[in-house]
Each structure stands twice: as structure tokens, then as C-alpha cells.
């Protein structure tokens, strides 16, 4: 069978989970509907129904969040392949997706990494439980200079250090939650541009304290069926490709306690000739990642409408074979091109430099940038109708966030100017006030 050599699938981890997810999806196509069915009957309760009609609270739940992201990711994997999308050359996971990735390769049945992931859920909760542990985002730092500061608490006993190693400027760091607070604040006083992101309710992923649980980890990966993957499948302890099943089971075990190399998997596939990324899962947040350390690829989310629409284009057109297109994704271009807008406005206020060197705790346009990014993704699940007020309220978001990130007129320009070459959309006039919604 063959692979297409500069195709690699991405399989997204925890914080992908939104309210609502799969829910378009599931009521427009059929495979989608028996994949989670499916993982209802393998895990012995309603996924499906928590992940499109639960709460976040409930959803949010290590037990919940971690099999609802898995079997969402392989849901849209199968749709891909149903609607013609080709083999990879490779597959790689961030933390929890590698188990999608074993599935979607080939390694392990559904059931088998669905069960899995369900028990690593189990591990992880058991240690957030015992030790206090936690983990934050950090952005706009020096990966050496958190390092430096982690060796310094570690040195005073405190148990903390880098999880992720996302990209040259983004790592997650893991750790007991006060050696995680008294890290904050050390990179806080050491960088001026840091932005952290204290996460709560998640386990101490890819730390020491997860070590102790390993052993167990090993045993249960020994119990279920092993099998080559189609493709090359990376490693996250390596950034490389696994050479053998044992080597697989090995490193997973150690995967719960040492970082995560995803820069290294990234430039990996850069160098191995990869010029096309798709994220398979929900949302968009390995797509976003990509432009900080590569701005020379074609990066898609399959979750995003748009982008299923252009996968299914660009390979179409690759082998000019004529493409039937799903009625209920049937959409007016200027529709498509609309919603393309609010996704770069989004993705331009994420990737844009903090200049601001002022001690602002927490940026205003922050509230405009979750309101906006809330509203994408019901429109991606077709729960809001788009319009032009949509969009002018994704322009006024970027707007605000040039504004509090001091950003230079000559970048804002450059930025405004790509996203109307890509979708003709321009933006509305400086002052042009939107109306806020409350939170819910």
C-alpha cells in the first residue's frame, strides 16, 4: 500500500477537549457516529453523549477528557480515509495522542488503545490525587533559562521540570503544584515577555513524580496485542521513528515521566522531506504550534471546516480524481472564506510578539481572544449561523490584542494584508466598537 511521502498525520493530547465537540460531525456522517458509538461500548458508558452534550466541568475530567480526545481523533481519521485522504508517510501524537496514533497506525485495535488510554487516565488522576501535582503552559521564554531555574528548585528538593518541549519559545512544565508556583514566578522575574498559563485539574504529566508509576504502566502494556505500524510512527521520549514493537512498549512506559520532544519530532519530519501536516483531533492547537517552529509548511486542522474542504481539494486535485462533497458541508465560498478570516484572526493573535513591557497581569484582549475562539468553534459545529457580525467581532479581537501587545504598524499591516490576500476579507475601521458578550 502506498504512502505519501511528504504527508504526515498529528494527533493532538489533553486541552484539545471543547464543549460540544463532534457534535456536526457526528449528525452529518455516519462513519463518524459508529466510531463513538463504538468507543461507548468499549469504555461501558455514553462518551459520545458527554462529549457533545455534557458540561466542561464533567468533560474536563482526566477519566473523561483523555478517552473523549482519543476517540474523537480516531473518528476523524476514519473520515479522512473514507473521504479519500492517502496514507502518511507518518503519524505522530503530542503525550496522550500517541495512543491515537498507535490506533490509527495500525499498532493496537480501537478497543485495546481505547482501554489504554482509560487506564493511564486512571494512573495519572491517582497521582494528582497523592502528590498535588499540576502542570502550566509557558510562552515567549527561553527553554534553557526554565531549565536552569527547574535544576535550582530541584536542588531545593522541589520536584519540577519541563514536561514539553513545544517549541523554541513554548514548553509545559510539571511539577508539585508550590514548586510549579514558585517556578512562575521565577520566570516571571527573569522575562518580561513570559506568558503562563497555570492549568487546573491536570495531572503532573512527563515528571518524576509520574516515575513510580511506570512499572505498573509496563505491566498493562504487556497484556494487549502488538502489531508494525503502517508508516513511520514517532516517539515523544526520542523524536524519532520506533524501530520495533518492544521498543514501543518500552518507551511508553517511560513516555508518562520524560518530556515530550515535539520540536525534535517536528524538525525530524522537516528534515525527512514532510511538507504537509494535518491534525487529527479536535481543535487547532498542534496547527497553531507549527508556525513557531517552521513557517515552511502547509499545516491543516481537520476539525476546522475549511480545512477539511482544502485537504479535500489539495488532494483531489493531486490525483485528479473528482471529489463528492457531504451535502450537509456544502457552503457558499464567500461563507468559507468568512469563517477562513476568523480562523487567521485567531491564529495571528495567538503567533504575534508580546512587546508590551508593562506589568499587566492579564491582558484585556485575553477575554475578546476566548469569546471569539468560543464562537469558531460553534460555528464549526454548526450551533451559530455565520454572518458578518461574527467576523467583525474576530477583526476587533486582533485589533485589541495589536493594541495590548504594542504590536509594530509595519507587522499589523503585513498581517492584515495576508489574511485579505487569503480570504478578501479586510478589516473594519479602528473604532469600530462590538458588543461583548457576557459570560455564561
Known amino acids: ?38 468507543a461507548d461500548d468499549i469504555l461501558g458508558f455514553e462518551l459520545s453523549r458527554l462529549m457533545m452534550e455534557g458540561s466542561t466541568v464533567k468533560l474536563n475530567r482526566i477519566g473523561h477528557m483523555l478517552p473523549a480526545i482519543c476517540a474523537a481523533s480516531v473518528a476523524h481519521y476514519r473520515l479522512y480515509r473514507e473521504q479519500g485522504g492517502p496514507l502518511p508517510a507518518y503519524m505522530a501524537g503530542h503525550s496522550l495522542g500517541e495512543y491515537s496514533a498507535l490506533i490509527c497506525s495500525g499498532v493496537l485495535s480501537f478497543r485495546d488503545g481505547l482501554t489504554l488510554v482509560r487506564f493511564r487516565a486512571r494512573l495519572a488522576e491517582a497521582v494528582m490525587e497523592s502528590t498535588g501535582g499540576a ?14 531555574l527547574c535544576l535550582s528548585l530541584q536542588a531545593e528538593g522541589r520536584a519540577v521540570s519541563i514536561a514539553c518541549q513545544n517549541s523554541r519559545s513554548q514548553i509545559a512544565v510539571s511539577g508539585q503544584d508550590a514548586a510549579l508556583v514558585e517556578l512562575e514566578q521565577r520566570v516571571t522575574e527573569a522575562s518580561d515577555d513570559a506568558q503562563i498559563s497555570h492549568l487546573i485539574g491536570s495531572a503532573p504529566y512527563h515528571c518524576a513524580l509520574m516515575q513510580p508509576s511506570a512499572a505498573e504502566m509496563t505491566e498493562e502494556l504487556l497484556k494487549y496485542t502488538w502489531s508494525l505500524p503502517a508508516g513511520q510512527l514517532l516517539s ?4 524519532r521513528p520506533y524501530t520495533s514493537i518492544q521498543e514501543m512498549q518500552g518507551l511508553l512506559a517511560q513516555q508518562l515521566y520524560k518530556p515530550v520532544l515535539w520540536q525534535n519530532s517536528i524538525l525530524y519530519l522537516l528534515e525527512n522531506g514532510v511538507q504537509t501536516f494535518i491534525e487529527m483531533g479536535p481543535q487547532n492547537i498542534l496547527k497553531t504550534l507549527m508556525p513557531e517552529i517552521s513557517a515552511q509548511t502547509r499545516v491543516y486542522a481537520h476539525d476546522e471546516k475549511v480545512d477539511r474542504m482544502t485537504i479535500r481539494d489539495h488532494f483531489a486535485a493531486a490525483s485528479a480524481t473528482p471529489v463528492t462533497r457531504p451535502k450537509a458541508e456544502t457552503s457558499p465560498p464567500a461563507a468559507d472564506l468568512r469563517l477562513k478570516a476568523i480562523s487567521m484572526c485567531l491564529t495571528h493573535a495567538m503567533t504575534t510578539r508580546n512587546n508590551n513591557q508593562a506589568d499587566v497581569p492579564v491582558m484585556p484582549s485575553l477575554e475578546l481572544y476566548a469569546q471569539v475562539k468560543q464562537m469558531k468553534q460553534e460555528l464549526d459545529q454548526g450551533g451559530l449561523t455565520l454572518g458578518e457580525e461574527q467576523v467583525a467581532l474576530a477583526i476587533s479581537m486582533l ?3 495589536f493594541e495590548d501587545k504594542r504590536t509594530p504598524d509595519s507587522e499589523r499591516e503585513l498581517r492584515w494584508l495576508q489574511i485579505k490576500e487569503k480570504t478578501g476579507v479586510e478589516r473594519q475601521a479602528e473604532s469600530t466598537p462590538t458588543t461583548r458578550r457576557g459570560p455564561e
Not at 5 to 10: N, P, S, T
Not at 236 to 239: P, S
Open 1 to 38: 500500500m502506498n504512502h505519501q511521502a511528504d504527508l504526515a498525520l498529528l494527533f493532538p493530547g489533553s486541552g484539545s477537549q471543547y464543549k460540544g465537540m463532534m457534535r456536526s460531525l457526528y449528525e452529518s456522517s455516519r462513519m463518524v457516529q459508529d466510531t463513538l458509538l463504538e
Open 135 to 148: 502542570m502550566s503552559i509557558m510562552k515567549s521564554v527561553n527553554p534553557a533559562q526554565v531549565a536552569l
Open 236 to 239: 515523544n521520549v526520542t523524536g
Open 399 to 401: 485589533q485589541a490584542v
